[in-house]
């Protein structure tokens, strides 16, 4: 199933990072990670969106 393909833990893990952690975050390094993998993941969840749907 594609949801298993979504890297949820990864991205609730950065998120804390940031949240909490913000002090000991190298904004450079997230902006990196971000602009790499952040297009293939929504890519991944409008598949699964569109798999709910129907299409």
């Keep these: ?9 990864s991205m ?9 952690e ?3 975050v190298d904004y450079s390094i997230i902006w990196q990670a971000l602009a790499a993998e952040l297009p293939a993941e929504a890519e991944r969840v ?8 129907g299409e």
């Design 46 to 53: 409008r598949d699964i969106l569109r798999e709910l749907d």
């Design 12 to 20: 609730k893990g950065m998120r804390n990072l940031v949240a909490h």
């Design 22 to 24: 913000y002090h000991a």
């Design 1 to 9: 199933m594609a949801c298993l393909e979504v890297r949820w833990r």
